[in-house]
């Protein structure tokens, strides 16, 4: 099996509640997502997706994405989509930084190898565990009353956690963590996301602030020293994201005590080839994991699925459905959420098909 055609399209995500809104005042209304389609000598079809959340989130953005998918297909053509490993080095080598471009590359290959082998692709992850997915529901940056009335209406919809944006003004920070604890009953998680919008001394005032609230404190600070010191002054459960992301930042933390939970990306990390390598070794070591992309649509979806349910159950903190987050479904196949949780597909690969008819014409194409 040999890939022979990439192609790239374009897909704008527009979001149900209009925007997303996190730290810093930044926002989205619309997501621009690359959805990548790898086709082999053999006829099959696999297909990826990479959608970055804005260009002022992560060192990323949409048509970078897709310079770099086109700067890497060369190197893709003529290679054997059942070897992702190799494939990914055979990238790597290629094309130096940027993961996020080759996230999308990648997950193709994996869907086109799930094919191959007649399996879903959780299995060749390492296994369906459980019978769904649990998820949680990122509730966007507003005032407090508002994002509490949001947590109250997704808790009826089946959420049970809740991750939200903070990281602006510590006194509306500590109000909006407040008034969205108390829309919670017993059983539920709270999670403040910072999104690394506070500088160290606000952090430190809020998590004083919030000490007799059951809520995990997650990416407080920009940069890795910043969120250690927060970590150490407070007794709430830590979750770290933007600055793991790779396997050097993940073991410094590691050793230094500076997580409870990990926020693992596959396109922040280049892929699900080295999500799972880091995967594996946060299931070795204990450590709890937020499985999940920085955004996306129906194909990022089930490669969350697939991740999410490959993992052991308990260490899956949780994981996200972001085509329930917008108003597009370009895939037939895609999870669908029910009751606050969602299934990976059991057909062989991903099991996300896109329509041809919501794709139009591709952004580029190259053939071998």
């Known amino acids: 099996m040999r890939i022979e055609n990439l192609s790239a399209w374009r897909v704008e995500l527009p979001l149900v509640e209009g925007s997303y809104r996190w730290s810093g005042g930044k926002s989205v209304d619309v997501f621009d997502s690359t959805v990548v389609r790898l086709d082999t000598d053999d006829g099959r079809s696999g297909w990826g997706e990479v959608c970055p959340l804005g260009p002022a989130y992560l060192p990323s953005y949409a048509a970078g994405a897709r310079a770099g998918i086109a700067e890497l297909a060369p190197a893709v053509l003529g290679q054997d989509p059942r070897e992702p490993e190799r494939l990914w080095r055979r990238m790597d080598a290629a094309l130096k930084g940027h993961p996020y471009a080759k996230s999308a590359v990648d997950m193709a290959a994996w869907d086109l190898a799930g094919q191959a082998a007649g399996l879903p692709l959780c299995s ?18 507003e005032p407090p009353e508002v994002m509490a009335e949001r947590v109250a209406g997704y808790r009826a919809e089946g959420y049970r956690r809740f991750q939200l944006k903070v990281g602006g003004a ?9 008034a969205c604890a108390d829309a919670l009953e017993p059983g539920d998680v709270l999670v403040a996301d910072a999104n690394t919008g506070w500088l160290p001394h606000e952090a430190l005032r809020v998590v004083r602030a919030v000490a007799d609230v059951d809520v995990y404190v997650e990416q407080p600070c920009a940069t890795y020293a910043n969120c250690l010191r ?6 709430h459960p830590f979750v770290l994201d933007e600055t793991i ?3 050097e930042p993940f073991l410094r933390a590691h050793a230094d005590g500076a997580m409870d939970v990990v926020n693992l990306k596959i396109s922040k990390l280049g892929g699900l080839t080295p999500t799972r390598r880091l995967r594996d070794l946060c299931v070795e070591l204990g450590i709890a994991m937020t499985l999940e992309d920085s955004w996306g649509g129906d194909v990022v979806t089930a490669a969350i699925a697939h991740l999410a349910h490959s993992t052991p159950e308990e260490l899956r903190f949780t994981a996200t459905d972001f085509n329930s987050y917008v108003t597009r479904s370009y895939a037939d196949g895609a999870p669908r959420r029910e009751d606050g949780r969602m299934r990976a597909s059991t057909r062989p690969g991903l099991g996300a098909v896109p329509r041809a008819s919501e794709l139009g014409a591709p952004a580029f194409e190259l053939r071998r």
């Open 124 to 141: 060749l992850l390492g296994g369906r565990y459980g019978e769904d997915v649990r998820l949680y529901r990122a509730i966007s940056q």
């Open 170 to 178: 510590v006194e509306d920070d500590v109000a909006r963590i407040r």
């Open 230 to 235: 927060v970590r150490r002054a407070t007794s």
């Open 245 to 247: 992301d790779g396997l």
